[in-house]
């Protein structure tokens, strides 16, 4: 079993709707979550970190945790064509070292 | 601020020569990490520095790769005797401290073997 896992998509969505990312984790003692935006040939741009359990909002972004799951996800309000990327989950697994996911790649349609 | 500073941009090298990759972190960043990105896959952990601690070399794919870290600032990635396999983006990252902080990370290297 992969540490951290994400559905590779496409996840194809229309403009104006809402995005949902989501990922999960093999290690129950992991401790802080992230997700980067990759657009193609770029490199990952942090959007949004977590701790806790719950969400966590920054302008079009949430982030939601449940630990108890060991589940991620990241939701995307009234999504725009600039938002299709790659969307990495990364998480710190204790080690200090990030456990990337793959990456779901998201395209939002005009 | 100024972020993570990589460089060359691109860098195309025919097989068998030696490499250099040259990463300079966000100022005041004590954590330093190298990773791997070959096209269409994901980021594969290389190396990573913490201040003045011995650095977690697990990642290294073969003892062809080394790194460095001088004055727990500026990194270099060297690859020996470059094989076509290591054609990809090498990306550094930086972050404040090791423990439970974001990595920022720089533009990449674009790496070629002829």
């Known amino acids: 079993q992969k540490e951290v896992e994400q559905n590779s998509g496409p996840l194809s969505v229309p403009e104006g709707a809402i995005a949902s990312l989501n990922c999960t984790y093999s290690d129950r003692g992991s401790q802080s979550f992230f997700w980067y935006r990759q657009y193609s040939g770029k490199s990952p741009e942090l959007i949004m970190f977590i701790y806790s359990n719950g969400d966590k909002e920054d302008g079009r972004f949430t982030a939601q945790l449940n630990k108890a799951s060991q589940y991620v996800s990241l939701l995307i309000r009234d999504s725009q064509p600039s938002d299709s990327a790659t969307y990495l989950c990364a998480v710190n697994t204790g080690f200090q070292k990030l456990v990337f996911g793959t990456g779901t790649r998201l395209l939002v349609s005009p | 601020g100024a972020g993570v500073s990589q460089s060359p941009s691109n860098k195309v090298t025919e097989k068998g020569k030696d490499v250099e990759l040259r990463c300079d972190p966000i100022s005041g960043h004590t954590a330093l990490y190298w990773y791997r990105q070959s096209l269409g896959q994901g980021l594969e952990f290389l190396i990573y520095?913490?201040?003045?601690?011995?650095?977690?070399k697990s990642g290294l794919p073969s003892d062809r790769f080394s790194a460095e870290r001088t004055g727990g600032s500026v990194s270099t990635l060297t690859i020996q005797r470059t094989q076509q396999e290591d054609s990809a983006v090498y990306l550094c990252?930086?972050?404040?401290?090791?423990?439970?902080?974001?990595?920022?990370f720089g533009d990449g290297t674009r790496l070629s073997i002829l």
């Open positions: 990252a930086s972050s404040l401290t090791d423990y439970n902080q974001p990595q920022h």
């Open positions: 520095f913490q201040g003045n601690s011995a650095p977690d």
